[in-house]
Each structure stands twice: as C-alpha cells, then as structure tokens.
C-alpha cells in the first residue's frame, strides 16, 4: 500500500530542508508531549493523566516522535547527492511520523470511546496530536531516496549472531507483552506500535539487513527461534488464560502450514481442509479411552496418530484422485462439497440415521488427556520454580509438530517436488509436456496436506477434551484460507503471523466478536484486491499475482543479484 | 407404489427447478469469465430478503395476490444490485489475476453478505431480525392448502417455483437468441477476443450476465420463501452448491444445460431419498447424495450432460 | 552448410528411424487435417516440415507428440506406439519448445532448466524431506547439468535471472536448453525463429546444428524458408494435409509444385515466396 505524496518528486527535491524543519519540529513537539497530561482520567488505557513523565503507551508515541526528529535530522542531506544511503533515514522518518499520526488516532479515539467522548482528551494530547500532523506533513514533503544500502554489509559473525538473539528477545517480550495486554483499547494500541516498529525498521533498512544476516547465519536463526518459542511458556507463570490461547494459535498454525502445502506451494484452493483435521479428530477420539468412545479397541497414542493421519490421508486421496484430473475450479467446489458431506455424516453417523460411530451431533466428549513416555498432560510440573500446567504440556507437544511441519513444507518446497509445484502453478501444460507428474504432484501435495491435518486432528481432539461437528464446519476452513492469504501464501513466517493475528485479535478484542466474521470476509476480498500474496510474501507469488508489474521484477531481480552478490544462500525461492 | 414414484418425482421437479433458476447463473457467468461465482448463493438468499423487504415496505401488511410480483420485483432489484456491486469492486479488478485470486475473493464476499444479512438486516426499522429464521409472508394464491391429484400432494408454491421455471426459460431462451446483447453475449462466451474485436463491450456484457444471473436468483429466492415458510441467511451456501453441482451435471456454460442439470439433480436426489433403502435412504443423508452425484459426474462426464464446454482450464 | 550430399541420406535412410509416422491420417468430423502422411526421421538429422497455412503441420505435430492419437495409421518411436500423454512422450525421449513461448516465467533461467530435468530424477518426498544422500547427489547432479546445459545453449551468465526479464532471443534459447534437460533422442522445435532478428537467428542455426552433432534427432517446423533450407537435411513439405514432397533441401527448394501451394500462382522468385509465406505466419501467430 502507498500513502500518496503531497507534492511531485521534483519539489520534494526543493522542499526536503523545509520538510526537514517540520518533521523534526513536529516529533520533537510530540516528545515534548508525552510530559503532559492526555487524559481526563486514568481509567482510560494506562494512567495519562500525570504531568512530569510518559506512561508506557504514552513513551511508545515519544518513541515515534523521537525517531521521526531524529531520522528527519539524520537525513537532512538527501536532497542533495546520488540520493543513495547506508541507513534510509527519510524513509524511516516518514514511516515513524506516518505511525505516530495513527497511533495517536488509536490513542485519542481509545481514551474518547472508553471516557465517553473526546472532552476526556485533554490539552496535552491534542499537542500530541498536532505534533504528530505537522511531523507528518512535514514528512510528506521529504526525498525518499533509493533503496538503503545496509543490507549489503557483511557484520562480524557475532555481532549477526548478537542481533539475532536481541531480535528474537524483542520478539518474545513483545509476545508476553501483547498477551498480557487485558483490555482491547490497550491491545490495539500495542499492535499498532508493533506494526509501526516493524515497518520503521524495513524503511530503514535494519530488516533486510537482519534478513541477510539471518540467511547467512541460518542454523542459528532457527535455534533461537524454537529455543524463543521454548521459553514462552516460563514467562507465564503458570497462568493457564495465556497458554491456552498459546496452544489454540499453534494448532491453528500448523493446520495453516498444512493447508499453505496444498494452497501455496501447490496452487490448489483446498475449501473443505477443516473436514481433514475433523477426520483426524474424530478418528483420535473415537480410539481414545473416553468412555463415549464407539469402538473398543484402544491403542497407544503413537499409533492413534498414525491412524489419524492415515485416516485423513486416504480421504484426500479419494477426494483428490477424481478432482484433480479435471480442474482447479472444480477441485474447490468439490472440497467445499466435501466438507459439507463430512460435517453430515459426522452428525448422521449416530446410530439412527446411520451406524454409530460419532454419536450425531453430541460427538465424543471426555477424551482423555495424553500421556506421553510417562509424561501425563493434565499434571503440572515445576521447573526452575516456574509452573508449567496442561496447556504448556500440550504446548510443548505442538511446538514439535509444528516444528516437523515447517520442515517437511520448507524442504519439500526447495527440492525437485517444491519445483514441480512452482511450474504447475506457472504453466500447467507447459510443465506436463517438460515431464512433471502434473496430476502425481497436485495429489501428493492435496493428500499430504490432508495427513498433516488429520495429525493436528488427533492432538486438538486430546487438547478440545471433546470432539464435534460443529466444531468442523466450513467457516473454519474459511478461517485457516483466511490465515494463509493474510500471512502470505507459500511462507512459512507469513502463516505463522496470519494465524496468530486471526486467531489473537478475536480473543484479544472481545468487542469485535460479532463482527469477526464480518471483518474475516471483508478481509479477504481487501486482501486478494490489494496485496495477494500477503503480509509477508514470497517472492515469486508476487510475481505471480503481478503479473505486467515490470517494475516489481526488476527490483526482484535486483534482490536476487544482491543476495547473491553477499553470499547468501538460495535464489528465487523461498522469501 | 406408483404414488409415491409420482409423489417423489413432484417433489423433484419442484427442487430441481429451484436449484435450475439458481444454476443459471453460475453458467452464464461461468460461460463468460470462466469465474465460479461461489458468492451466488448469497445473492439468492439476497433475493429472499429483498423480497421480505419490499414486503414490510411496501407491502402495507396485505397478503393479497398482488404483492407478488411487487416482492418479485423488490427482490430482482435487490438482487442485481448487490451482484453488480460484487462484480464492480470485487471481481473485475481481477480479471487478469491468477485464478486463485477471484476464487478466494468468492468466498470473501460470500461470508461478507451472509454476515451483513445477519448482523444489519434487522436493525433496519421495522424490518425483522435475521439472526435466525426470518418468517416470509404467505402470500394468497401461491400458499395454502395444497392440490391433491391421484393421492400426489402439490403444494400452490411448488407450482409457482415451477411455472416461474418455464416462464424464466422461455424469457433466457428469448433474450439469448433473439436479442443483440443475448447474441452478444453468445459471441462473448465462444471467443472473448474476437467478441472483444468485433466492438462488443466486454464489461457490459459481463454485467449482463451477473444481473442475469442474479434476477433468476432472486425468482428462485422468493420461490424458497414460500416453498418453506421462512428463509434465513445461511440458506445461500447449500442451495448454491447444490446449483452448481446442477451447473456442472448440465455441462458447465450451457444455459439449457443448467436448467435440465437443475430438473435431474432435484429428481435424483428426491428418488434417493425414496427409494435408497436402508438408513441412508433417509432425508439426513440427502445432501450427501447431491454431492455424491456432483463427484461421480466429474469422473464420469466432466463436460456435462450438454456438455458444449470442453473444461480444461488449469 | 546449404548443400547436403545425397550419400548421406542415402545412408541414413538403411538405418532404422527414430521417429516414424505411417500413413497417419487425422479427422475432426468431416475435415481432413492430415491425410496419410509417411514420415521418417533418423538419429542425427535434422528434419524440416514446412506448408502454408492450415496445411496441417500443427496436427500433424500433435500426432508427433503424442496429442492426438491419429484417427488411422500409426506413430512409433524407437520402435514402440507412443503413449497418449504428454509426460511418457518425454520420458521417452521426444521434447519440444512451443511456437509461442512457454517458459516458467517467475523463475530463474536455471530453475527453469532444473524442471526439464525432472522427469529424469527421482526424489521422492522421504528423501526430499530428509535430505538424504540420494536427494544430495541428484540435487547437485540436477544444478549441475542445468548449468552445463546453460551454457551449452550460450546463457552462462543468466543463470540467476528470472526467464521473464531475458531477452527475446534467449527465452526461446532458454526454452531449448530447458527441452535438452529431459535427455531427449529427439527435439521438437516449434517454429523456433518466430519474431527474431537476423543475427538471433543465425544463433539458434548455429545452436541446432550444435545439438544435432551430439547425436540427437531434431525436427523443425518453421516458416522462415531461407533458415530451414539452409539449416535441414531433408525437409518435408505438406499440402491440405497431404505430403506434397519429401526431399533435400535442393529438392523441395527447386519443386515448382512447393512454390505453387505458397503462393498459389505461376513460377515467381523465391525470395517472394519466402518473405510471404513468412509474413502469413507471422499474422497467424
């Protein structure tokens, strides 16, 4: 998305000093600010009404008002020269004042809802605010330069491996942070200083570089980050409220990275995925030793899991092996059909209108918990004086299966299979007359997406305690389609971040709750209409969905040769 | 015996021309942009409510016969409408997308109007609620008491969802063959390029067949609404897959097609439900045997019973 | 090169063929595509086929290829009827490029190139996903060959581009070297100097020659007249689906009854014949 400029290029030439004054003015005006008073009263997010010093919400907005003066300063020169930089100071400096004007709306409009009005806002906050325009206008009138140069340098390898541990520090404080935020005005103003922080750091430059860094320092990126997911659970303290959520995010993260196998590597739009994770689900349940299990044969969970997936597997396979010779169209009303005729039978499998497998609608409650190599879930255990409960348990267990998810979808993807997949989606006849097993890799990739899922199944169904219908109906679906096109179809970290956001913001946001829906559907055709490949984007999906963006693929291209150049790893392939 | 086939075969025809006058419009559109509209169904159910709300506005409380097409009329336009809005902003910037795109669009906008139905509808004065079911007036002439012909019930509505089916195809069979833009749009759904060469304006064409579409939706809508009594905002999403599943039986973008897909499916699933014996002959399971017939016509005939359209589209 | 020395063929001819049409014959309802067509081709030669428009090459390629399985008469290559799908048609050995370019365009030239190898590797999803040592050697073999094959085609410096921002020319190069990648006995070339300029089409003549001395078969259809006379070995004209003459280059070249079915009327120079014949085709495309 673009925020338009106020004047053409060529005045942003003439105007960059005025520019300058103003943006520095303006966040400095804006950090003077936050000595003063905001609020009427301190029910209104955390206490602004004191005069002398920031509270926390209020030290974010200093922060983007000192880093819009201090950028702005920094890059007083640009105008002049090949407009070319190490850092992209004025790049940062309009995106900090641009985050500060927005933050400040959320803060304003925040303290107005939950006071009753805007007369609750008082004098200190509207400086702020004006602050905040002026740096923002003024911001509007700065040269942007060419793209930063930081990415290019080549850090010490422990000063690499430094930034990535503070990194992966910033972004476990953030999670407890964020989680522990309890009212919504609180919890949007912290994701908004979030998004603001990040897209701070990629104007200036510091993410790609962390990026680059990262690519060269792969190994110890993916240790710190599971080592990091590791730690969450002991920053909680044994509160169950968090890690319950923790858990719903993580088994809706790896159904999501099931699904971004079928949907973003393969390029199949798979609409009945949730009717897999039920198959899987029930199938746990029902060989569970819950006493409302159908069946009397119970064996050890390792095979449960097994069974589960197979169960799933076979499904996709019958499923696929019909559709998947037509057409992708068809293949997404099937599996919507599909869905349906699960959600069905689950109800209809209840020994009246069929034989008795899932009890109808009432399902299989009182599945048991697991235990695991004597480990039992519902038990707390303490370690290092810190409670960890049931949830963490299963926590643990996810953190697993995620972790073997993201590797079986990233190495698939960067192998013969993974480039099959790429050139089907590209051109699919073109691909089946180069000798790539068009119909053998679409199956694979619908089949194997549906084993994941029915191995997620059988853990939820063990985590849910109860298993039924219409805990599998097809908004869910809607819901993990949304995840992925949010996140970024085809990335690992993009389904990490659109499955945690879709699934925080309603628990964390109660009032939206009625909306949820509403705002789920909204967000999917604003996504397909503005950004399709998503948040975070693979590279080449950009392409794909920008197909006579030229422009796009030149500074793709460029990207490819500069990695390259630096001696990171692969080309092309995942972003 | 015999009764029950006729009684069966009554039934069948009733829903397979519900579900035709729905089909119809996945096919011209289909025929026209190779776009399955998967938001379809909403605009059936849009149609319903439309039609509920013309009643409550214009209606003033009458049940006499001649709301009905005043309700018909409201619904087609409410219908249209949101089509035409669906397709302005939603789909014809994706024209040049990859096919993923408009596909997931589809369904955005479809969970969009089922969720703005439910959550807005009712707080418009006077309207009611559609939170849950929504009561559809029963308009003289079209409800009441039944025909009974040889021991086979007719409800009044089947008979008007029914005659609407006739009158409809005769009017599509009318517009697509004898009129220029129906031409027009024949041209277009054979050859977009040359259609597009010949001066013919794409975008107009394409608007024509999702208002099409979304009128005969709309019918079908209102036949819903008296057939049962009530409709609600969820009644798009099987009744829209079950049209495009008669779409597909009818050879998907062939408009005779959808209507004789829409008559067999409705029939087939009404027999199944008569005479599949065993506890999957009861009606619980007759949604799965739509589908059921939906995948084995993929495998068997993926071009349609008409099939015109050789479907080979990745 | 222009002239081809009848010993040759002559020679050619007692070994056995690699690709052989036998009176192939196709219809689509009442229309004749192609009628009973006899075709030969032999390891190491270059085969031209050339006709105007509608003769019926296109059909007849797609007979060729596997596409349409003829409506009488057969297709055998390396002695066996060739299966119905376009992926055994490779695995058997036949590639070919298509008249309108169709590259993988959002990957690079040599992943590009790595696909056309896919029929020839075998990893599946286990080792994929172990990385195991199977997976390792073919990987770096797969990268390997790819990028021999680029720089056998004269892209080495491309390798790392993505295959829409090459230039013309060498998508269509790109586009062999990615055919070469599947080990093929025989290439398919579909018109493989539409819309080049002179020079660039004095490369991709260099470059068949090229392919055509590591002992492969290659068959061109083209319109360009002047390139395939310079570039074949024999050359096969067709008519209305029929074949009007098969014969070297000299011979199709100074056959009046070619001329007469380019441009329809009495004896005019060649040079006339080739740029219209050219320019129809260039309208078609």
Same mark, same amino acid.
């Given at each position: 998305?673009?925020?338009?400029?106020?004047?053409?290029?060529?005045?942003?030439?003439?105007? !960059?000093?005025?520019?300058?004054?103003?943006?520095?003015?303006?966040?400095?005006?804006?950090?003077?600010?936050?000595?003063?008073?905001?609020?009427?009263?301190?029910?209104?997010?955390?206490?602004?009404?004191?005069?002398?010093?920031?509270?926390?919400?209020?030290?974010?907005?200093?922060?983007?008002?000192?880093?819009?003066?201090?950028?702005?300063?920094?890059?007083?020169?640009?105008?002049?020269?090949?407009?070319?930089?190490?850092?992209?100071?004025?790049?940062?400096?309009?995106?900090?004042?641009?985050?500060?004007?927005?933050?400040?709306?959320?803060?304003?409009?925040?303290?107005?809802?939950?006071?009753?009005?805007?007369?609750?806002?008082?004098?200190?906050?509207?400086?702020?605010? $004006?602050?905040?325009?002026?740096?923002?206008?003024?911001?509007?009138?700065?040269?942007?330069?060419?793209?930063?140069?930081?990415?290019?340098?080549?850090?010490?390898?422990?000063?690499?491996?430094?930034?990535?541990?503070?990194?992966?520090?910033? +972004?476990?404080?953030?999670?407890?942070?964020?989680?522990?935020?309890?009212?919504?005005?609180?919890?949007?103003?912290?994701?908004?200083?979030?998004i603001g922080a990040v897209a701070v750091l990629f104007r200036l430059g510091?993410?790609?570089?962390?990026?680059?860094?990262?690519?060269?320092?792969?190994?110890? *990126?993916?240790?710190?980050?599971?080592?990091?997911?590791?730690?969450?659970?002991?920053?909680?303290?044994?509160?169950?409220?968090?890690?319950?959520?923790?858990?719903?995010? /993580?088994? =809706?993260?790896?159904?999501?990275?099931?699904?971004?196998?079928?949907?973003?590597?393969? @390029?199949? /739009?798979?609409?009945?995925?949730?009717?897999?994770?039920?198959? @899987?689900?029930?199938?746990?349940?029902?060989?569970?030793?819950?006493?409302?299990?159908?069946?009397?044969?119970?064996?050890?969970?390792?095979?449960? &899991?097994?069974?589960? @997936?197979?169960?799933?597997?076979?499904?996709?396979?019958?499923?696929?092996?019909?559709?998947?010779?037509?057409?992708?169209?068809?293949?997404?009303?099937?599996?919507?059909?599909?869905?349906?005729?699960?959600?069905?039978?689950?109800?209809?499998?209840?020994?009246?209108?069929?034989? %008795?497998?899932?009890?109808?609608?009432?399902?299989?409650?009182?599945?048991?918990?697991?235990? *695991?190599?004597?480990? %039992?879930?519902?038990?707390? !255990?303490? +370690?290092?004086?810190?409670?960890?409960?049931?949830?963490?348990?299963?926590?643990?267990?996810?953190?697993?299966?995620?972790?073997?998810?993201?590797?079986?979808?990233?190495?698939?993807?960067?192998?013969?299979?993974?480039?099959?997949?790429?050139?089907?989606?590209? %051109?699919?006849?073109?691909?089946?007359?180069?000798?790539?097993?068009?119909?053998?890799?679409?199956?694979?990739?619908?089949?194997?997406?549906?084993?994941?899922?029915?191995?997620?199944?059988?853990?939820?169904?063990?985590?849910?305690?109860?298993?039924?219908?219409?805990?599998?109906?097809?908004?869910?679906?809607?819901?993990?389609?949304?995840?992925?096109?949010?996140? #970024?179809?085809?990335?690992?970290?993009?389904?990490?971040?659109?499955?945690?956001? /879709?699934?925080?913001?309603?628990?964390?946001?109660?009032?939206?709750?009625?909306?949820?829906? /509403?705002?789920?559907?909204?967000?999917?055709? +604003?996504?397909?209409?503005?950004?399709?490949?998503?948040?975070?984007?693979?590279?080449?999906?950009?392409?794909?969905?920008?197909?006579?963006?030229?422009?796009?693929?030149?500074?793709?291209?460029?990207?490819?040769?500069?990695?390259?150049?630096?001696?990171?790893?692969?080309?092309?392939?995942?972003? | 015996?015999?009764?029950?086939?006729?009684?069966?075969?009554?039934?069948?025809?009733?829903?397979?021309?519900?579900?035709?006058?729905?089909?119809?419009?996945?096919?011209?559109?289909?025929?026209?942009?190779?776009?399955?509209?998967?938001?379809?169904?909403?605009?059936?159910?849009?149609?319903?409510?439309?039609?509920?709300?013309?009643?409550?506005?214009?209606?003033?409380?009458?049940?006499?016969?001649? &709301?009905?097409?005043?309700?018909?009329?409201?619904?087609?336009?409410?219908?249209?409408?949101?089509?035409?809005?669906?397709e302005r902003l939603a789909y014809r910037p994706l024209r040049n997308a990859?096919?993923?795109?408009?596909?997931?669009?589809?369904?955005?906008?479809?969970?969009?109007?089922?969720?703005? &139905?439910?959550?807005?509808?009712?707080?418009?004065?006077? =309207?009611?609620?559609?939170?849950?079911?929504?009561?559809?007036?029963?308009?003289?002439?079209?409800?009441?008491?039944?025909?009974?012909?040889?021991g086979v019930t007719i409800q009044r509505a089947a008979v008007f969802t029914?005659?609407?089916?006739?009158?409809?195809?005769?009017?599509?069979? #009318?517009?697509?063959?004898?009129?220029?833009?129906?031409?027009?749009?024949?041209?277009?759904?054979?050859?977009?390029?040359?259609?597009?060469?010949?001066?013919?304006?794409?975008?107009?064409?394409?608007?024509?067949?999702?208002?099409?579409?979304?009128?005969?939706?709309?019918?079908?809508?209102?036949?819903?609404?008296?057939?049962?009594?009530?409709?609600?905002?969820?009644?798009?999403?099987?009744?829209?897959?079950?049209?495009?599943?008669?779409?597909?039986?009818?050879?998907?973008?062939?408009?005779?097609?959808?209507?004789?897909?829409?008559? $067999?499916?409705? &029939?087939?699933?009404?027999?199944?439900?008569?005479?599949?014996?065993?506890?999957?002959?009861?009606?619980?399971?007759?949604?799965?045997?739509?589908?059921?017939?939906?995948?084995?016509?993929?495998?068997?005939?993926?071009?349609?019973?008409?099939?015109?359209?050789?479907?080979?589209?990745? | 090169?222009?002239?081809?020395?009848?010993?040759?063929?002559?020679?050619?001819?007692?070994?056995?063929?690699?690709?052989?049409?036998?009176?192939?014959?196709?219809?689509?309802?009442?229309?004749?595509?192609?009628?009973?067509?006899? =075709?030969?081709?032999?390891?190491?030669?270059?085969?031209?086929?050339?006709?105007?428009?509608?003769?019926?090459?296109?059909?007849?390629?797609?007979? *060729?290829?596997?596409?349409?399985?003829?409506?009488?008469?057969?297709?055998?290559?390396?002695?066996? +009827?060739?299966?119905?799908?376009?992926?055994?048609?490779?695995?058997?050995?036949?590639?070919?490029?298509?008249?309108?370019?169709?590259?993988?365009?959002?990957?690079?030239?040599?992943?590009?190139?790595?696909?056309?190898?896919?029929?020839?590797?075998?990893?599946?999803?286990?080792?994929?996903?172990?990385?195991?040592?199977?997976?390792?050697?073919?990987?770096?073999?797969?990268?390997?060959?790819?990028?021999?094959?680029?720089?056998?085609?004269?892209?080495?410096?491309?390798?790392?581009?993505?295959?829409?921002?090459?230039?013309?020319?060498?998508?269509?190069?790109?586009?062999?070297?990615?055919?070469?990648?599947? %080990?093929?006995?025989?290439?398919?070339?579909?018109?493989?100097?539409?819309?080049?300029?002179?020079?660039?089409?004095?490369?991709?003549?260099?470059?068949?020659?090229?392919?055509?001395?590591?002992?492969?078969?290659?068959?061109?259809?083209?319109?360009?007249?002047?390139?395939?006379?310079?570039?074949?070995?024999?050359?096969?004209?067709?008519?209305?689906?029929?074949?009007?003459?098969?014969?070297?280059?000299?011979?199709?070249?100074?056959?009046?009854?070619?001329?007469?079915?380019?441009?329809?009327?009495?004896?005019?120079?060649?040079?006339?014949?080739?740029?219209?014949? !050219? !320019?129809?085709?260039?309208?078609?495309?």
């Amino acid at each position: 998305m673009r925020i338009p400029q106020l004047v053409s290029p060529e005045q942003q030439q003439r105007l !960059h000093p005025i520019g300058t004054v103003l943006t520095v003015v303006g966040g400095l005006v804006l950090l003077a600010s936050t000595f003063l008073p905001w609020a009427y009263s301190s029910a209104a997010l955390d206490d602004m009404t004191i005069l002398g010093y920031p509270s926390t919400l209020q030290l974010y907005a200093a922060g983007f008002g000192l880093g819009a003066a201090v950028f702005a300063f920094l890059g007083r020169r640009l105008a002049r020269g090949d407009g070319r930089q190490v850092v992209g100071w004025t790049r940062g400096a309009k995106t900090a004042s641009v985050a500060a004007a927005v933050y400040l709306v959320v803060i304003l409009g925040s303290i107005g809802l939950e006071l009753g009005g805007l007369v609750n806002v008082v004098y200190g906050g509207w400086v702020a605010l $004006v602050g905040a325009l002026v740096a923002l206008v003024g911001s509007r009138l700065l040269v942007s330069g060419r793209p930063p140069r930081l990415a290019r340098r080549v850090p010490p390898a422990w000063l690499g491996i430094l930034s990535i541990a503070a990194a992966m520090a910033v +972004v476990l404080y953030a999670a407890y942070y964020g989680l522990d935020q309890e009212d919504a005005g609180g919890f949007v103003s912290f994701v908004v200083v979030a998004i603001g922080a990040v897209a701070v750091l990629f104007r200036l430059g510091v993410m790609r570089w962390l990026s680059a860094v990262s690519g060269r320092h792969r190994k110890v *990126l993916i240790f710190a980050a599971f080592l990091t997911a590791f730690a969450f659970p002991f920053t909680q303290n044994g509160s169950d409220e968090n890690m319950s959520i923790a858990t719903q995010v /993580l088994i =809706f993260a790896v159904t999501a990275l099931g699904l971004n196998i079928v949907v973003g590597l393969a @390029g199949l /739009l798979d609409l009945g995925y949730i009717a897999f994770l039920g198959a @899987g689900a029930f199938t746990a349940a029902i060989l569970s030793n819950s006493v409302f299990s159908t069946v009397d044969w119970h064996p050890p969970f390792i095979v449960v &899991v097994l069974i589960s @997936g197979a169960v799933s597997g076979t499904l996709g396979l019958i499923i696929g092996t019909p559709t998947l010779r037509v057409s992708g169209d068809y293949l997404a009303i099937v599996t919507l059909a599909f869905g349906e005729i699960f959600r069905f039978g689950m109800i209809n499998l209840d020994g009246t209108d069929g034989p %008795d497998l899932t009890n109808g609608s009432n399902g299989i409650p009182g599945v048991p918990d697991l235990n *695991l190599f004597g480990l %039992d879930f519902k038990d707390t !255990h303490t +370690v290092l004086g810190i409670q960890l409960g049931r949830f963490a348990n299963y926590y643990f267990l996810l953190l697993v299966l995620i972790a073997v998810v993201i590797l079986i979808f990233v190495r698939l993807n960067n192998s013969r299979i993974g480039r099959g997949w790429v050139a089907i989606r590209e %051109d699919e006849k073109a691909a089946e007359a180069m000798g790539v097993n068009v119909f053998g890799l679409k199956l694979f990739a619908f089949a194997s997406g549906a084993f994941l899922a029915g191995v997620a199944g059988s853990i939820k169904a063990h985590h849910d305690v109860s298993v039924t219908p219409d805990q599998y109906i097809f908004l869910e679906s809607a819901f993990l389609l949304a995840a992925v096109v949010l996140g #970024g179809m085809g990335t690992v970290l993009g389904v990490l971040v659109g499955a945690t956001l /879709l699934k925080l913001m309603p628990e964390k946001l109660r009032f939206v709750e009625e909306y949820r829906l /509403l705002i789920f559907g909204l967000l999917l055709v +604003v996504m397909m209409r503005f950004r399709p490949e998503g948040l975070v984007a693979s590279k080449r999906r950009q392409l794909e969905f920008h197909d006579d963006d030229d422009e796009l693929a030149e500074k793709i291209q460029s990207d490819i040769d500069e990695r390259e150049a630096t001696g990171v790893v692969p080309v092309g392939g995942q972003a | 015996m015999t009764q029950s086939f006729f009684q069966a075969l009554a039934d069948g025809l009733t829903l397979g021309s519900l579900y035709a006058l729905i089909a119809v419009g996945y096919t011209v559109v289909y025929g026209i942009v190779q776009l399955i509209n998967f938001a379809h169904g909403e605009i059936f159910m849009v149609g319903a409510f439309g039609a509920v709300a013309t009643f409550v506005v214009l209606g003033g409380g009458t049940l006499a016969w001649w &709301v009905l097409p005043i309700m018909l009329a409201g619904g087609i336009v409410a219908a249209v409408l949101v089509a035409l809005a669906t397709e302005r902003l939603a789909y014809r910037p994706l024209r040049n997308a990859p096919r993923l795109a408009p596909l997931i669009t589809a369904i955005g906008i479809s969970v969009f109007l089922q969720e703005a &139905v439910r959550l807005f509808y009712g707080r418009i004065p006077g =309207f009611p609620d559609a939170k849950s079911n929504v009561q559809f007036p029963n308009i003289q002439g079209v409800t009441g008491s039944p025909f009974v012909i040889g021991g086979v019930t007719i409800q009044r509505a089947a008979v008007f969802t029914v005659v609407a089916l006739v009158i409809c195809t005769i009017f599509l069979y #009318g517009f697509v063959n004898r009129t220029r833009l129906g031409r027009a749009m024949q041209a277009t759904s054979q050859d977009p390029d040359t259609a597009r060469l010949m001066g013919i304006d794409i975008d107009k064409i394409i608007m024509i067949a999702f208002a099409l579409g979304a009128a005969l939706a709309a019918v079908a809508g209102m036949a819903q609404g008296l057939l049962n009594h009530n409709i609600n905002f969820r009644m798009g999403f099987i009744a829209g897959l079950k049209a495009f599943s008669a779409a597909v039986l009818g050879g998907i973008g062939n408009i005779y097609g959808a209507v004789l897909g829409g008559l $067999v499916l409705g &029939v087939a699933e009404s027999m199944a439900v008569t005479y599949v014996p065993g506890v999957f002959g009861g009606s619980a399971w007759k949604d799965v045997w739509a589908f059921i017939i939906l995948i084995l016509v993929l495998v068997f005939r993926p071009q349609g019973l008409l099939g015109a359209r050789v479907v080979d589209r990745a | 090169m222009t002239a081809v020395d009848t010993d040759r063929v002559a020679e050619l001819d007692r070994r056995e063929p690699l690709l052989a049409a036998e009176q192939v014959t196709m219809r689509f309802g009442g229309l004749v595509a192609v009628d009973s067509v006899d =075709f030969r081709v032999y390891p190491g030669e270059i085969m031209g086929l050339i006709g105007p428009n509608g003769a019926g090459k296109t059909t007849f390629f797609n007979c *060729l290829t596997g596409l349409y399985l003829p409506t009488s008469g057969r297709v055998l290559f390396d002695g066996s +009827v060739l299966p119905p799908k376009p992926r055994r048609v490779v695995k058997a050995g036949m590639a070919r490029t298509f008249q309108n370019i169709r590259l993988f365009a959002n990957m690079t030239a040599l992943e590009n190139v790595m696909v056309g190898r896919y029929c020839r590797t075998s990893a599946g999803p286990f080792t994929s996903i172990i990385r195991g040592p199977k997976f390792r050697r073919e990987e770096a073999e797969t990268r390997a060959r790819a990028q021999a094959l680029l720089e056998f085609v004269g892209l080495d410096g491309t390798a790392e581009s993505l295959a829409r921002n090459l230039p013309y020319g060498d998508q269509r190069r790109l586009e062999i070297a990615r055919a070469l990648a599947t %080990d093929p006995k025989l290439l398919l070339l579909d018109e493989p100097t539409a819309g080049m300029n002179p020079q660039e089409t004095r490369q991709a003549e260099e470059l068949i020659f090229k392919i055509r001395d590591q002992g492969l078969a290659v068959v061109v259809i083209e319109h360009d007249m002047r390139f395939i006379f310079n570039l074949c070995d024999r050359v096969l004209c067709l008519v209305q689906g029929k074949a009007l003459i098969e014969g070297t280059p000299h011979e199709v070249q100074s056959d009046p009854r070619v001329i007469e079915a380019y441009i329809g009327k009495g004896p005019e120079t060649d040079e006339a014949a080739q740029t219209d014949g !050219h !320019h129809d085709e260039q309208q078609e495309a």
